[in-house]
């Protein structure tokens, strides 16, 4: 075996809306461009939505933060874009938010563990949640985004489906160590089990969309016993869908991926890419910049006794594609 290291939301707030929300990019020395701090702007409420890397993933939850910018008069959202998906970015990324004295952030960490330390000293200091991938034994308030665990399963009855005779696999994403990785990844080996079905690698990239397609390239031509290559992230799908088609792998190797990428919609379609599980981050920045801002002012009834506010996944295959996309 090879090895390379590796409540259900119920409500939707309004209806989407051109906004106006500011992206921060971890090398620019300003926010927004203002020489004022985003809690003393016109005396708003000042929220941060951080992002974990550059991914494409992202476009939708940026839409989400300008929609809900222009329902919320009297904040200032912020809109945190990772040129890196490292720690030392993202601390970099926050220690400018909070000496420009941001109010609210909510984060995607890029290593829970390695992170905790840093969640903990800021929410200590501002209101503090986490959002598409949680640090669960950080001092954050809340966890809003998917059940990865509960994600992993339902990537694990594709790849059952793909793999009906069972066979080996491999998996990709861009960090093991972030918690969104690790849960789909048990989620995967759970619905997996006594399926005849076994993982023969995960290869990690770091979010370099260049090792993500080489990684896959590698195990096309050097592991010709590996059946189906399985991306955790958003650009995992579409750097394995070129490298099938460049391999002239299309039909021999079955592809099961994450998210909504055009090019993993695309793939879909033209039988590259068997499936995919697509989440909503529009909703992750919505609902995350909501109740936020209702924290700030003091409410915290929104907050679930497990600390947990899952938004659904949905399972997009050839059979659904079409519909999916008219409806996105």
Known sequence: MFLRFAIVVSAVFFL????????????????????E????????????????????????????????????????????????GTVATQTIDVQQLLAKGVQAI??????????????????????LITQDSDAPNSKRLCYIGTDNHAAGLEAAKLIRQALPSGG???????????????????????????SGISIEAVYTDGTDRALAKSNAVEVLQ???????????????????KTAVQDQR???KVKVVCWDSDPATIAGIRNGVIYGTIVQQPYQFAMLSAHYLVRAVQGDMSWIPPSKCLYVPVKTVTKANVDSYAAGS
């Open 16 to 35: 989407a809306l051109a906004g106006c929300t500011r992206t921060i990019h971890a090398s620019g020395p300003k926010l927004g461009g203002s020489d």
């Open 106 to 127: 909510a984060i995607s960490p890029v290593d829970p563990k390695a992170e905790t330390p840093l969640l903990n000293d800021i929410a200590g200091k501002v209101i």
């Open 168 to 194: 080996k696999i491999a998996l990709f994403v861009g960090n093991r160590t972030a918690q969104n990785a690790i849960d789909r990844e048990r989620g995967i080996r759970d619905g997996l089990a006594g």
């Open 222 to 240: 050097h592991h010709p016993e590996v059946q189906a290559l399985v991306g955790l992230w958003g650009y995992n799908g579409p750097a394995i």
């Open 37 to 84: 701090t985003p809690a003393t702007a016109g005396n708003k409420i000042s929220v941060a939505f951080v992002t974990n890397n550059s991914s494409v993933y992202w476009a939708d939850a940026r839409k989400g933060t300008d929609a809900a910018q222009s329902q919320l008069p009297n904040a200032d959202l912020l809109f945190v874009m990772a040129d890196t």
């Open 249 to 251: 792998k299309v039909g």
